[in-house]
């Protein structure tokens, strides 16, 4: 089992080591990086009228832009190191956060969920609770998730000092300070487009990033098969396969089951992370039709489904090269595997695109929550429980305030993140937390027309009572045996989830139901008022079909498990 | 909300009239999807995102161009220890024109398929999802 150690310790004793040979030729691409952010900021501020152009573009933009933004938001740093340190110390179970953890969701998202989401209007995911159960589980779900993304928030920016201070030199303040001002500058200059157009940007340039060095990894090692050979007799046939080892009762590096992945991983927090997480939802939420708002995330999986070559073979790289790394023997962290091999691969100019899109992510991850942190607490605390009625324009420039007041609160929050080392798993920690519960509410009051005002308020806190219960008591005082933080994060997720669901029911028996006429366009099988939009032009095209976008997703997925599977 | 409406039918008139009614019901109850419904589709027609907006494709386009450019001529001038230290691949040179190869593709999208004009209540719909391809 590996021992949780303080990423701050280890980036300070890194320092010296991971230094990139950094000239001004790749300090003239971060540069112009960004100058181009702020001008997105400032070329977006003119198209805020309202506080929908605000917080949510006005529901205007195109599928392909909010799909890549989609991707984007998803695609933080944290999650690109993260992944990258998850398969240099678990191999290619990997593929496991992206071909079932992901794509599934996202279909679901796009197919079922999305009619109701953005067909009953709502401009974020706890005013859908508000209208289908009450006022408790609303304020409840927006407090956890206002909490949650500024928590979430600390961690990208906290990440970005550590890996800014052992690349490039900077002291951790002045990594903090920069890009805390950028993301602040930018986000209340053009709200949410601002956001999604940089996210979107970050895309194509971490690309630009991770292709070159995955390129020159594998050509390092030998190709894939000199990468396979050579993972499989120092780690073991089952490094490099996606299921092997995972029989219920055998022992693996990942210490879950299949069962605990399907179920834990590929159902409970995929779907929860995917479907009721904000920071996701609110980029399909700003597509200009219900057409383009359901492509968004079946347009976000086709790029989802490859990415994960481009995090996991760095890692499996990196396992290659430093054989001992993220033990005691070697002084290189999982997390230092894609910082490793950009010092060992990548010349000047190249390096430059690879340290501003790493740098990009971060900023993109961090603007990711603040932007849908400021939408929750304006549109769901602020303006339906504080400050209620007043003109739009007060409510633009409290989310302007409010923005600031997250960036600092995020800044605050940054040393949270220093006792796990692997920040991937404290991310998910976190969402097997606030996301689950947050799903087995959306999910039973979605499909359950008897479920009850009340019940959606008692399920969230159940779910997240549980989920917490188990993780932090029934794990970590080590009353059951579960070999990691990854395995245990899955069962703390099937634990909230069925916690969740059965509080809900227990409670929706006992008390009334809501009238249909409430309920019209946010229970399967009910439509909208609101729905009768019609179809645009052109989005009767046949590749602009959800259904099939969604199955050929799905299909792909299941295909590229095939060469992992034997 | 009922007398904002001029019905011009009388089962048109009923029907209206019993959805406000309903609407009526609701809010009455709490803060209710007819709000909702009301307050965003207000705030719809007065948005200005879909008219004021730039259009990305000319960002993303024009940022790739001058990376391209600077990264293949970082190629060009690469000394033989820096191609060496890339695996013998001239990394600069390849990731340059790829670069500059997407930046080109989104400059000539936006010129084949300009920004449509936008009409006041509804956004543009002739832009949306896919490269112009095969087209």
Request: charged residues 15%; glycine residues 8%; hydrophobic residues 50%.
């Amino acid at each position: 089992m590996r021992t949780p150690t303080d990423p701050a310790y280890t980036a300070a004793r890194l320092a010296a080591e991971l230094r990139l040979p950094t000239n001004w030729l790749d300090y003239t691409i971060l540069g112009i990086y960004f100058v181009v952010v702020l001008g997105i900021g400032f070329a977006a501020r003119r198209s805020v009228k309202t506080s929908l152009d605000f917080f949510l573009s006005g529901r205007s933009l195109p599928a392909w832009i909010t799909g890549l933004a989609f991707v984007s938001a998803n695609l933080a740093a944290t999650e690109i190191l993260g992944m990258a340190a998850n398969s240099a110390q678990y191999g290619a179970y990997t593929v496991h956060w992206y071909w079932i953890g992901a794509i599934p969701a996202m279909v679901f998202l796009g197919i079922v969920m999305m009619p109701f989401y953005y067909g009953s209007k709502v401009r974020s995911v706890p005013e859908f609770l508000l209208l289908r159960f009450d006022r408790g589980a609303h304020l409840l779900s927006s407090a956890l998730f206002a909490f949650a993304a500024i928590l979430i928030s600390g961690v990208n920016l906290y990440a970005l000092a550590i890996v800014v201070e052992a690349l490039l030199g900077w002291p951790q303040w002045v990594a903090i300070v920069v890009a805390g001002a950028f993301v602040l500058a930018y986000i209340t200059l053009g709200g949410l487009s601002s956001a999604i157009y940089n996210e979107v940007l970050q895309f194509f340039v971490i690309l630009a990033a991770l292709i070159p060095l995955s390129v020159l990894g594998l050509k390092k090692v030998g190709g894939w098969d000199g990468l396979t050979d050579s993972l499989t007799e120092s780690h073991g046939d089952d490094f490099v396969t996606a299921w092997g080892g995972t029989g219920i009762g055998s022992d693996n590096p990942l210490g879950a089951n299949w069962l605990t992945i399907v179920l834990g991983l590929g159902f409970v927090l995929s779907f929860g992370y995917w479907t009721t997480n904000f920071a996701e939802v609110q980029r399909a939420l700003s597509a200009k039709n219900l057409s383009a708002a359901q492509r968004t995330p079946l347009i976000a999986a086709f790029p989802k489904i490859f990415i994960v070559f481009l995090v996991m073979i760095p890692g499996l790289v990196a396992a290659v090269l430093v054989p001992k790394i993220g033990t005691a023997d070697s002084d290189l962290q999982y997390n230092d595997a894609i910082p490793y091999l950009m010092q060992e691969l990548l010349p000047n100019g190249v390096l430059g695109i690879a340290v501003t899109g790493l740098l990009a992510a971060f900023m993109a991850g961090m603007a990711a929550n603040v932007s849908s942190f400021n939408t929750v607490f304006t549109t769901d605390i602020w303006a339906k429980y504080v400050v209620r009625g007043r003109e739009d324009a007060y409510y633009v420039r409290f989310g302007r305030l409010i923005t600031a007041i997250g960036v600092a609160a995020s800044v605050g929050t940054a040393f949270l993140a220093s006792s796990f080392s692997n920040i991937m798993s404290y991310l998910q920690t976190l969402f097997s937390f606030f996301n689950v519960p947050m799903f087995v509410v959306f999910i039973v009051g979605m499909f359950w027309k008897r479920a009850s005002k009340k019940s959606g308020f008692w399920g969230l806190l159940a779910g997240t009572t549980a989920a917490m219960v188990n993780y932090f008591v029934l794990y970590k005082q080590d009353i059951i045996g579960i070999p990691t933080d990854q395995g245990a994060n899955f069962v703390s997720a099937i634990a909230g989830f069925v916690a969740g669901a059965v509080v809900m029911v227990a409670v929706s028996l006992f008390t009334a139901p809501k009238r249909d006429e409430e309920l019209q366009g946010l229970v399967y099988g009910t439509v909208s008022p609101g729905m009768a939009e019609p179809p645009a032009a052109g989005d009767d095209a046949w590749y602009r079909r959800p259904a099939l976008l969604g199955w050929s997703a799905l299909i792909l997925a299941a295909l590229c498990y095939i060469p992992f599977s034997f | 909300m009922s007398e904002q409406f001029e019905p011009s039918e009388s089962s048109e008139r009923a029907e209206r009239a019993e959805r406000a009614e309903a609407a009526e019901r609701l809010r009455r109850a709490g803060y209710s999807e007819a709000d909702v419904q009301r307050e965003v589709t207000e705030l719809e027609e007065k948005s200005a995102t879909a008219a004021r907006i730039f259009d990305l494709r000319r960002i993303i386009g024009g940022l790739f161009v001058v990376y391209g450019v600077i990264v293949t001529i970082a190629g060009i001038t690469d000394s033989d220890a820096e191609i060496d230290k890339a695996q013998g691949i001239n990394i600069n040179l390849w990731t340059g024109l790829a670069m500059l190869a997407l930046g080109i593709f989104f400059l000539a999208w936006l010129k084949l398929r300009p920004t449509a004009p936008v009409t006041p209540t509804l956004p543009p719909e002739a832009l949306d999802g896919k490269p112009p391809r095969g087209e």
